[in-house]
């Protein structure tokens, strides 16, 4: 099921399981579940960043800790482009505003074939002056959904993990997971108790695609592909003060650039005007 809000991925059930953590048709979407994240992916450091030689500052949409957070069109309502039985066809525009005064459309595509669902987001500069941009998809996957994330195996092909600040979760630096083992899932293990709200980069892949997977002890879950126009994704074990939703998913969101990327400029897409940028990633049943 598809939500109109934010392009948001709202249930997905494969042989009647769920594949991610659903929610309501009449419920406020909680922690992004499902939602497409544009113009970024992830933080913007205190809201703050430069671009084309002009300081700018967005409003800080994670007050908690002082960043900009997932973007600009969480909340939009997008219009129906294309509904077909295989196929949804989505598509908002972010009109200039303080901040991010650049009009790019979003089109969301979402298609159903025989290696699962297909998640395709498209930028298209609408305006007269290039547009920084990155996008991502905020999925919790479900392994099973009687378990939790400790019960569950995460493979994560993965050889550099981005550290953050323990309060702000600010971006530090690529670190090698050989220094922190209790983030290497190179080689399929339990998760556990461990803690991860963090972006990986250096994505081992076969034909150009790098696969994350989540699974019982039995083998069945969910797997999340991307190619190389994502080269990060954010894993997040949805550590929650709230027992009903604590880390009942894994977040997996493959991203076409790090957080705070349009501070640092690391893999940002400048949408020229009248240029277009797509990314992808597809969701299957294992």
């Given at each position: 099921?598809?939500?109109?809000?934010?392009?948001?991925?709202?249930?997905?059930?494969?042989?009647?399981?769920?594949?991610?953590?659903?929610?309501?048709?009449?419920?406020?979407?909680?922690?992004?579940?499902?939602?497409?994240?544009?113009?970024?992916?992830?933080?913007?450091v205190d809201g703050r960043y430069a671009f084309g030689g002009v300081e700018r500052r967005l409003a800080l949409s994670e007050p908690e800790r002082s960043h900009a957070l997932h973007g600009l069109?969480?909340?939009?309502?997008?219009?129906?482009?294309?509904?077909?039985?295989?196929?949804?066809v989505l598509a908002g525009v972010i009109e200039p505003q303080t901040?991010?005064?650049?009009?790019?459309?979003?089109?969301?595509?979402?298609?159903?074939?025989?290696?699962?669902?297909?998640?395709?987001?498209?930028?298209?500069?609408?305006?007269?002056?290039?547009?920084?941009?990155?996008?991502?998809?905020?999925?919790y996957l479900v392994a099973?959904?009687?378990?939790?994330?400790?019960?569950?195996?995460?493979?994560?092909?993965?050889?550099?993990?981005?550290?953050?600040?323990?309060?702000?979760?600010?971006?530090?630096?690529?670190?090698?997971?050989?220094?922190?083992?209790?983030?290497?899932?190179?080689?399929?293990?339990?998760?556990?108790?461990?803690?991860?709200?963090?972006?990986?980069?250096?994505?081992?892949?076969?034909g150009g695609i790098a696969e994350v997977r989540v699974q019982t002890a039995s083998g069945a879950g969910v797997a999340i592909a991307f190619d190389e126009g994502c080269p990060w994704v954010q894993v997040h074990t949805a550590d929650t003060p709230v027992e009903a939703t604590h880390r009942i998913g894994l977040a997996v969101e493959p991203?076409?650039?790090p957080p705070d990327a349009f501070r640092s400029g690391v893999d940002l897409v400048v949408l020229q005007p009248g240029g277009a940028h797509a990314a992808s990633w597809t969701i299957s049943a294992l």
């Open positions: 099921m598809i939500a109109s809000v934010g392009a948001t991925l709202r249930s997905l059930t494969f042989e009647g399981r769920d594949l991610v953590v659903p929610f309501d048709a009449d419920e406020v979407r909680p922690a992004y579940r499902g939602a497409t994240l544009a113009p970024w992916p992830n933080r913007v069109v969480a909340w939009t309502e997008f219009a129906d482009r294309v509904v077909a039985d295989d196929r949804v901040g991010y005064p650049f009009r790019v459309e979003v089109e969301v595509e979402y298609r159903l074939d025989a290696d699962g669902l297909r998640q395709t987001v498209t930028g298209r500069n609408l305006g007269t002056d290039a547009a920084p941009w990155g996008t991502g998809p905020h999925p099973d959904p009687a378990e939790r994330v400790d019960d569950w195996t995460l493979t994560l092909p993965a050889s550099e993990v981005l550290t953050v600040t323990d309060d702000r979760l600010s971006p530090v630096a690529v670190e090698p997971v050989d220094a922190h083992p209790h983030w290497d899932f190179r080689d399929t293990r339990r998760l556990g108790d461990v803690f991860i709200d963090h972006a990986f980069t250096g994505l081992s892949r076969a991203m076409t650039c």
